[in-house]
């Protein structure tokens, strides 16, 4: 029988992950099928639960229901756990498994697709939502010399630090408390760029040697990435190779197979002008 994996979240016509995962099954020769789900809130569990009950193997979870994944399942990766948000499930002997892969596609994408690095490097995370804590984790696992969480409400960005000080250097500020230091890394991880705003950080976060990474993906230029284009960044990336590469790691999870991801980056990004 054909195995089913769906994405679920709401609103859910725009995701790409349908693409993703049938491009991916082709490549990798696999038997599967993979739909979108779309529900409320108060429906999550049970939508979930009867995709399950009906055969399906897994389902990706995005906006606004990764944090009730996590809770909704059972078996937890440390992953999941460090982040309280899940936007990979399993359904296996009886179990819901966790899992999130939003930090690990991040990491892969500024290391392996665009050459850049994080270890030893001063890095600049704008936002302290549920993007920005799932990739701290994996940021920190790459060492780091400093992660900076600048965020507008300032006590999510200093409760955030808090919660990852063990893993690394990494504090929480406002924007006006930046202050003059520049960056290797800068990371938009706001939704800032939903509304065509960019987050207020000073140009001088900036050198001509950063990388610029937008984690919203899409929308071509964005106010951030003009902004840091401006500021003579040359290195600017959107994320939709993040998109691809948690996709990937989902997929290997579920099928034991992880699938070449540059063929879909390729075709799925837009110029950056
Ligand atoms: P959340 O709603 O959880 O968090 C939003 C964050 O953006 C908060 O830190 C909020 O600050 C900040 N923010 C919103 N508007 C502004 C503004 N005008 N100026 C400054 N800060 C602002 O969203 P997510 O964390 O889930 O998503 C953030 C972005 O990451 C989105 O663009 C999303 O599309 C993208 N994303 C991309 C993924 C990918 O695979 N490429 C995966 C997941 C997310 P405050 O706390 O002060 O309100």
């Not at 790409?16 to 099954?25: D, R, T, V």
Request: aromatic share 8%; charged share 20%; hydrophobic share 45%.
């Amino acid at each position: 029988m054909t195995d089913r994996y769906a994405v679920i979240g709401n609103p859910i016509g725009h995701s790409k992950s349908p693409l993703i995962h049938a491009q991916f099954a082709r490549q990798c020769a696999q038997d599967l099928t993979y739909s979108a789900l779309e529900c409320t809130a108060a429906e999550f569990a049970n939508t979930v639960r009867s995709f399950r009950d009906s055969g399906a193997r897994g389902l990706n979870v995005t906006a606004p229901f990764k944090l009730q994944a996590f809770e909704l399942a059972d078996r937890h990766s440390e992953r999941a756990s460090l982040t309280g948000a899940s936007n990979a499930l399993k359904f296996e002997a009886g179990h819901i498994h966790a899992e999130n892969f939003d930090g690990v596609g991040l990491v892969n994408d500024i290391q392996r697709n665009l050459g850049g690095s994080i270890a030893g490097r001063r890095v600049l995370l704008l936002g302290a939502g549920g993007a920005a804590r799932g990739a701290l984790g994996s940021i920190l696992e790459q060492r780091p010399s400093e992660v900076t969480i600048a965020n507008r409400s300032v006590s999510k960005a200093v409760e955030l630090a808090a919660q990852f000080a063990k893993r690394g250097t990494v504090h929480g500020v406002g924007y006006a408390n930046i202050g003059e230091q520049a960056f290797d890394v800068i990371i938009n991880a706001t939704s800032a760029s939903v509304d065509d705003k960019q987050p207020l950080a000073p140009r001088s976060v900036f050198t001509s040697t950063s990388l610029a990474y937008e984690m919203a993906y899409g929308r071509g230029l964005t106010p951030f990435l003009r902004w840091a284009k401006e500021a003579g960044v040359t290195q600017l990336a959107d994320g939709i190779g993040m998109l691809i590469e948690q996709a990937a790691e989902a997929f290997l999870w579920w099928r034991g197979v992880r699938p070449d991801t540059a063929p879909l980056i390729r075709s799925l990004t837009i110029p950056l002008v």
